[in-house]
Nanobody
Framework: QVQLVESGGGSVQAGGSLRLSCAVS??????VGWFRQAPGKGREWVAG????????TYADSVKGRFTISRDSAENTVYLQMDNLKYEDTAMYYC??????????????????WGQGTQVTVSS
């Protein structure tokens, strides 16, 4: 079982930045990703990174504005969100997949979930 704890959400004006953190109990060779869900909408995959190596992947809606990264020493994955837009408002969830599966852009890969952190962007 993998435990994930998100932090760093909050309220910000459009154009501002926030950094989300996800403390993960195990990050060896697995996908760790960020999802979001706005009120009345379905869950959307935002970004993913394979901790066994390789580059990050992003949804088109956030490409160029969000950056996912990891700190292996601290077992933490970050989501740096810049140039935030009103439509980025959502509950953001960190998730992890099983070991040795690197299809980090696929929703169904992710099995373990955090409790979420709210991001609110005002226009």
């Amino acid at each position: 079982q993998v435990q994930l704890v998100e932090s760093g959400g909050g309220s910000v004006q459009a154009g501002g930045s926030l950094r989300l953190s996800c403390a993960v109990s195990r990050v060896t060779s697995s996908c760790v990703g960020w999802f979001r869900q706005a009120p009345g909408k379905g869950r959307e995959w935002v970004a993913g990174i394979y901790t066994g190596g390789g580059g990050p992947t992003y949804a088109d809606s956030v490409k160029g504005r969000f950056t996912i990264s990891r700190d292996s020493a601290e077992n933490t994955v970050y989501l740096q969100m810049d140039n935030l837009k009103y439509e980025d408002t959502a509950m953001y969830y960190c998730a992890a997949g099983p070991e040795y599966v690197d299809r980090c852009h696929q929703d169904l890969v992710y099995r373990y979930w955090g409790q979420g952190t709210q991001v609110t962007v005002s226009s």
